[in-house]
Nanobody, 124 residues
Framework: QVQLVESGGGLVQAGGSLRLSCAASGRTFSSYAMGWFRQAPGKERELVAA????????YYTDSVKGRFTVSRDNAKNSVYLQMNSLKPEDTAVYYCAVGGLGTYYADPTSYNLWGQGTQVTVSS
């Protein structure tokens, strides 16, 4: 059974840092783009960061550029999101996702497998 499990969320003060991890199981994901989405209450889910299968290229939405860093370890079938200088507006449920084979990593519609999400809350 293919599964994605996120961890690392929590409550942090503005300006603080968190590192999210996503462990994939059930198949090897080294051939697939992987991404991090988030969804705040009352808002649509948005693609926050993505990384192509080799890790050579990354994508970030404008609001997190310079603060968030996405990385992956294909040997561990894992993807990470380092979040620094967190702001209250970063508060959301964060989801790990896997893109379809051969799809474009920066296209949010490419993703078709999701984790259960982890809550990130940033207090002011």
């Amino acid at each position: 059974q293919v599964q994605l499990v996120e961890s690392g969320g929590g409550l942090v003060q503005a300006g603080g840092s968190l590192r999210l991890s996503c462990a994939a199981s059930g198949r090897t994901f080294s051939s697939y783009a992987m991404g991090w989405f988030r969804q705040a209450p009352g808002k649509e889910r948005e693609l926050v960061a993505a990384i192509m299968r080799s890790g050579g290229r990354t994508y970030y939405t404008d609001s997190v550029k310079g603060r968030f860093t996405v990385s992956r370890d294909n040997a561990k079938n894992s993807v990470y999101l380092q979040m620094n200088s967190l702001k209250p507006e970063d508060t959301a449920v964060y989801y790990c996702a896997v893109g379809g084979l051969g799809t474009y990593y920066a296209d949010p519609t490419s993703y078709n497998l999701w984790g259960q999400g982890t809550q990130v809350t940033v207090s002011s």
